[in-house]
């Protein structure tokens, strides 16, 4: 079973926003393990990616995701 684009966005998002510190690629990335399979359905390609959309869907919003030496947050 393969997610669609706009709910594993949404689920980076959701991720995002609920954390309390920078996730790493690696650390997302787990997000989306389909632990029946074990096999990472989406890569870090994909990944950063969604995070450059999340970028340019939240740019006008007063918030924003930002890339840090220790990884990703809003």
């Not at 989306?32 to 995070?51: F, K, P, R």
């Amino acid at each position: 079973m393969h997610m669609n684009t706009i709910e594993a966005k949404k689920v980076l998002e959701t991720a995002l926003l609920c954390a309390h510190e920078p996730l790493s690629i690696n650390d997302l990335k787990r997000l989306y393990v389909d632990s029946a399979q074990g096999a990472d359905e989406i890569g870090a390609d994909t990944i950063t990616q969604m995070l450059e959309e999340l970028r340019d869907d939240w740019s006008d919003k007063g918030i924003e995701v930002v890339s840090l030496s220790t990884g990703w947050r809003f």
